[in-house]
């Protein structure tokens, strides 16, 4: 009864079948369940078409409401889940889930040992790594990582809190960039709070702090991390830093921190090779749910050498995929992809209305609700993303970025690029979205 009812469902929205050919594929590949008298439960087979069709939530209610009559509550669950239960327990028997934990550190979910595709670019980094986190504070203390961009030093770093984390919940751990520990100091001395600062920083178990380059040249900040590096490693904490060149190649960093860098154990990653590559993408697809060959993966693996890069194709890949019976990305799919786009490739930057598609794309959204009056927050954040991507990726003036969004004046766009790259900065699957919009924008032209 539930399947025939959603099929019957399914005919009545022809519009969407021809519109937009991607909802109307994840919603075949839905299944209802505990259809009620005014709710209904919807499982996705997949993680990307479960955020996919949490983005169209409101239009499938409306959508439901047309064709039934009245209004229905849609539940989006991912499949082998099952909804919470409530607690008849006080408030005070909650325990958060070690993703709370994970995301309350600043440590990303997805990050952790097993997902680390290890090969010779970074078996040193994945051992000593593995070793700081069955012993913190002890093994390799300051555990340096440094290499280039994309070559895992943040995911490898990320890891050891994540099992440190696991074995520990209450320990104190945080993950942070550079320009965040800045950022925190700054608010702290405006608002007279410094000891509020030092007591969350100068008494964690352990502390990474991602692209430490950053804060070289900015005296009071090297200043207030020398006291808590000493502060840490003293009370047998543990300190791991990332940076994209070693020590000694660091200009305007202070001697003294120098010299405590290189105290422990310097590790330089790498970029991966096209064995790493292949098994990046392979893991990558597998934490999607996306079916691809191996055939496929080498192909990609081969083409592409930017890691970033590699998610971003694959992203493009699954997308064109979805529209057949059984998506899934085989070499014939790999191969045509790669000749459309070099038949097409051109030499050219990037547009702005190229800008306002992908985020689009990314968000399922119309470009006409970026440009529009809407103040819903998946609309607000995805118009604050696209002036944020104008003014970045095409140094636009910020009269001309409000001006093609239909902002009032240039105020509202420092506001939203400003708020956006503070959302970047506190949380790491914010950037990350962020990151594979921009990834999208460089595979496309």
């Not at 299944?31 to 499938?60: F, H, M, W």
């Not at 100068?202 to 020398?226: H, M, N, P, W, Y």
């Not at 819903?376 to 140094?395: G, H, P, S």
Request: hydrophobic share 40%; charged share 25%; glycine share 4%.
């Amino acid at each position: 009864m539930q399947q025939s009812f959603w099929e019957s469902f399914l005919k009545s929205v022809e519009d969407i079948r021809i519109s937009n050919r991607i909802y109307y594929s994840v919603l075949t590949n839905t299944k209802p369940t505990n259809i009620q008298e005014n709710a209904i439960t919807l499982v996705c087979d997949s993680n990307g078409s479960y955020r996919y069709l949490q983005g169209k939530k409101q239009n499938l209610e409306e959508r439901l409401f047309t064709y039934i009559g009245k209004r229905f509550d849609v539940t989006i669950l991912l499949e082998n889940t099952k909804p919470k239960q409530q607690d008849p327990g006080p408030l005070l028997n909650f325990k958060p889930s070690i993703e709370d934990v994970l995301r309350k550190a600043g440590i990303h979910p997805e990050y952790s040992f097993e997902n680390y595709a290890v090969s010779s670019s970074n078996q040193v980094a994945f051992a000593a790594s593995q070793a700081v986190a069955k012993n913190p504070g002890s093994s390799y203390n300051p555990l340096f990582l440094y290499g280039g961009v994309g070559v895992g030093k943040s995911h490898i770093a990320q890891a050891v809190a994540r099992q440190i984390l696991k074995q520990d919940e209450n320990a104190r751990v945080v993950f942070c960039s550079g320009e965040k520990f800045m950022n925190d100091l700054i608010e702290a001395i405006r608002e007279k709070k410094t000891p509020t600062f030092r007591k969350k920083y100068r008494s964690l178990k352990l502390i990474i702090l991602d692209d430490v380059q950053f804060i070289a040249g900015k005296q009071t900040v090297q200043e207030e991390f020398f006291h808590t590096f000493n502060s840490v490693v003293s009370a047998g904490g543990q300190i791991i830093l990332t940076s994209d060149k070693p020590p000694h190649k660091i200009r305007n960093l202070e001697d003294r921190l120098r010299s405590r860098f290189s105290g422990g154990l310097l590790v330089d990653i790498q970029p991966p090779g096209f064995e790493l590559r292949t098994a990046i993408l392979l893991i990558k697809a597998k934490e999607k749910n996306i079916t691809i060959d191996m055939a496929a993966a080498k192909t990609i693996a081969d083409v592409i050498t930017d890691t970033r890069a590699l998610e971003g194709t694959l992203l493009s890949l699954y997308a064109q995929s979805l529209n057949k019976k059984n998506p899934q990305i085989t070499l014939d799919v790999v191969e045509a992809f790669f000749q459309k786009n070099n038949k097409q490739k051109q030499i050219k930057r990037i547009s702005p209305q190229e800008i306002i598609k992908a985020v689009c794309a990314y968000y399922a959204i119309k470009p006409a609700q970026i440009k529009g009056t809407t103040r819903k927050r998946e609309i607000a954040i995805a118009r604050q993303i696209t002036m944020f991507l104008l003014r970045m990726e095409l140094n636009m003036s910020l009269n001309d970025v409000a001006f093609l969004v239909k902002r009032k004046d240039h105020t509202t766009v420092i506001y939203a690029v400003n708020k956006i790259k503070t959302m970047c900065m506190r949380d790491v699957t914010f950037k990350k979205e962020i990151d594979v919009i921009r990834q999208s924008l460089r595979t496309s032209t």
